[in-house]
């Protein structure tokens, strides 16, 4: 079992950038499939970005391709998200989750959660 631990959150303008990690402990980090996930008030959480373990495929919602850029050092056992022009709606608490296997849309399929970090986008 691997846990998870966010960090990079906070209060920017529109436009600006941010940069989420998602620190692991354990000794299989490397075997994990890790997505990113966010979750708004009163809505679902949902799917941003997923690596597989090696690093070699990636996958992004449509709200943030071309803006997003997931990646894992798995020496450091460390998955970033890299969120560029960022935008008013993008605001909402951003969760790493871990399973083993393909990368899947659906935060069901994952068994491990960090506690989440906030991400406000100002306009």
């Known amino acids: 079992q691997v846990q998870l631990v966010e960090s990079g959150g906070g209060l920017v303008q529109a436009g600006a950038s941010l940069r989420l990690s998602c620190a692991a402990s354990?000794?299989?980090?490397?075997?994990?499939?890790i997505a990113w996930f966010l979750q708004s008030p009163r809505k679902e959480r949902e799917f941003v970005a997923g690596i597989n373990w090696s690093g070699g495929s990636t996958y992004y919602a449509d709200s943030v391709k071309g803006r997003f850029t997931i990646s894992r050092d798995n020496a450091k056992n460390t998955v970033n998200l890299q969120m560029n022009s960022l935008k008013p709606e993008d605001t909402a608490v951003y969760y790493c989750?871990?399973?083993?296997?393909?990368?899947?849309?659906?935060?069901?399929?994952?068994?491990?959660w960090g506690q989440g970090t906030q991400v406000t986008v100002s306009s």
């Open positions: 989750a871990s399973r083993v296997g393909a990368v899947y849309y659906y935060p069901g399929l994952y068994d491990n």
């Open positions: 354990g000794r299989t980090f490397s075997t994990y499939t």
